[in-house]
């Protein structure tokens, strides 16, 4: 007589419930195989023995940590599928789950749609435009492979001299948490009966999305990157907590912890916020992960006393590590901790409950491999021309006419001659800023797309004479009469996290004289590239005619042309207020001291109403 055929395991079965598919796999899991669950690791590390044999839980990549350079959507599916299958070859099959900082697009993907940074975006007042743009990202995220974007950056902005002001969406709690909308683009829409803090992953098509950094990492004194935001809990209630609120109601899987300190208390070792707080208070049920090395971070110098600081971070109710390197230390230490009961197996299962409810939630399980079939959704045109449309709508016009009543745009697309310079005129990086193609963003053509430059050349009329020259020349300047108007492009360079830290906030590459020297002698509108608002002359506000705030717009520049000759109005409206000089920072537009040069919510339109 034939055996009776062995049932399969409730968790291999994709019709039982999540939760009893979690209670299963848990009750089969080992002490090793649970901790393995609770290590990510990078890609540079991430050899098939290490995700087989450890029983690695998660790989990602660091910004610019790429297959090799140029690497394409496919070249990612590739190198991802193959980490893949060494984690489906350990005993339980566990796949991973790959994460990567996808936070204007699939930006660190060569040929992805790179769309304008968050602080562009909370300038449009465009939720739904926001929910677009996650569902196009995750198309694209999808097609590399890469199942988790570490976004939103939900971060209210308290002081632009920090250096990941553009990655929020603005200061008024109100605006972040409307935009906040990216979190149903990237995982769908759940349904109205979804449970409030339960994780919701729509298909195939969606991917896990991550609100960051859990909590405060907005407010820090004087901007400080990982710095100490000195608040009541009422003011994190009142600030900082909102839109986790909404990330929540969305069914937002992961919520990443803050480097940033809560009146000195690391936000990775404060069990009050993590657990109390977001686990029980607010009903969080996904996972918590670090940020990189963030446990390295509890001790001084950074890295030393390891072991306490994983205890003291996974007794928090972290739950996830993102290590990212040395993760046979952390597997050690963590094992020890078990094993002396100083993390309790209560502990560790809670947290392996987290990771595994999303991995089911996400569909892993039954499609753990990358779907080919969505390649041709990168850079298409389709997302491409949303990308213009959201340079198009986050556009601020600050100033247009030199003389009362005399508006200086929209320009005149067929005017004989047009200067085009400044620094940022022709720069596909300058123009993307940080995390695009590497972590601290690049100079040059970096990825397909368009510059203003470019989009200018092809907005002009037949006739018109454009003139380019990144920096004007003397000769050029002699000759200012020949030119109809002069369209000049400065702002920052690219810069990400404690490198943007900025305690002078004035435009680089001598941006202010550059613009002066032109306007002294040309009709001259000004379009300003930069990440946050930056110090405005009182020259500049006086010599130029009109006054551009373009932000970070990506890689789709035609958006730009769209609005300067005219196709479409200014709609842009500041998310954040521009100060008159740095001694006045912060800005509190609560404040009765409110004295800003724009408030927020400021921005014109080029046409009469």
């Known amino acids: 007589m034939v055996g009776k055929e062995e049932e399969p395991c409730v968790y291999q079965n994709p019709d039982a419930p999540v939760e009893a598919r979690v209670k299963d796999l848990l009750s089969r899991m080992t002490l090793p195989e649970k901790i393995g669950q ?231 070792s404060n069990y009050f916020l993590l657990t109390e707080v977001l686990k029980e208070k607010l009903g969080f049920k996904g996972f918590i992960v670090s940020d990189w090395e963030g446990l390295d971070r509890l001790s001084e110098p950074w890295g030393s006393n390891y072991r306490n600081c994983v205890k003291t971070a996974v007794n928090a109710g972290i739950d996830m590590v993102m290590v990212p390197f040395k993760y046979e230390q952390f597997i050690q230490d963590m094992t020890d901790l078990v094993e002396s009961g100083e993390v309790t197996m209560a502990r560790v299962n809670d947290a392996v409950e987290r990771i595994l409810r999303v991995k089911f939630v996400a569909g892993l399980f039954e499609h753990p491999l990358s779907d080919r079939s969505l390649l041709g959704t990168v850079g298409c045109k389709e997302h491409r021309e949303l990308g213009r449309e959201a340079v198009r709508k986050s556009l601020v016009l600050l100033k247009n006419e030199k003389d009362y009543d005399k508006p200086f745009l929209p320009l005149d697309r067929n005017a004989k001659r047009i200067l085009v310079t400044g620094t940022h005129a022709d720069d596909l990086g300058y123009q993307c800023g940080g995390w695009t193609k590497t972590w601290f963003g690049l100079s040059g053509r970096i990825t397909i797309g368009t510059t203003l430059l470019d989009a200018i050349k092809v907005a002009v009329g037949d006739k018109t004479e454009v003139i380019y020259e990144k920096t004007p020349s003397t000769e050029t300047l002699a000759s200012s009469e020949e030119f109809s108007y002069a369209i000049v492009a400065v702002g920052e360079s690219p810069y990400a996290e404690t490198v943007g830290d900025s305690s002078e906030l004035i435009i680089p590459f001598d941006g202010s004289n550059i613009l002066t020297t032109v306007a002294e002698r040309i009709p001259t509108l000004v379009i300003l590239i930069s990440g946050r608002p930056v110090v405005l002359e009182p020259t500049v506000l006086e010599k130029t005619e009109a006054l551009v705030a373009a932000w970070l717009p990506g890689t789709e520049g035609q958006g730009l042309a769209d609005v300067i000759f005219g196709d479409c109005d200014f709609q842009g409206k500041l998310p954040v207020s521009w100060f008159k000089t740095v001694e006045h920072l912060p800005l509190n537009a609560r404040a009765n001291s409110y004295d800003p040069l724009f408030p927020l919510g400021f921005g014109l339109n080029s046409k009469p109403v």
């Open 38 to 268: 609770m290590t990510q690791i990078e890609r540079r590390v991430a050899s098939p023995a290490a995700i087989r044999d450890f029983f690695i839980g998660s790989v990602l990549n660091a910004g610019g940590s790429a297959p090799f350079e140029e690497a394409k959507s496919s070249d990612w599916a590739d190198m991802i599928d193959g980490f893949q299958r060494s984690a489906l070859a350990s005993r339980l099959g566990i796949p991973l789950i790959y994460g990567t900082d996808a936070v204007h697009g699939n930006n660190n993907v060569y040929g992805a749609t790179v769309f304008p940074h968050n602080i562009a975006l909370g300038a449009t007042r465009d939720a739904d435009l926001v929910r677009r743009i996650g569902a196009a990202t995750a198309l694209e995220v999808r097609a590399s492979g890469v199942h988790w974007a570490f976004a939103p950056c939900v971060a209210v902005l308290g002081d632009p001299r920090w250096g990941r002001s553009y990655e929020c969406y603005g200061e008024d709690p109100g605006l972040v948490s409307e935009m906040t909308s990216l979190v149903s683009g990237l995982q769908g829409e759940p349904p109205v009966e979804h449970p409030n803090g339960y994780p919701f992953v729509a298909g195939r098509n969606n991917v896990v999305a991550c609100a960051k950094h859990f909590v405060g990492d907005g407010g820090t004194d004087k901007g400080v990157n990982e710095g100490n935001t000195i608040a009541s809990y009422e003011d994190l209630e009142k600030i900082h907590i909102p839109p986790y609120l909404k990330c929540l109601a969305q069914g937002v899987s992961t919520v990443m912890a803050s480097y940033s300190s809560w009146n000195g208390s690391n936000l990775h």
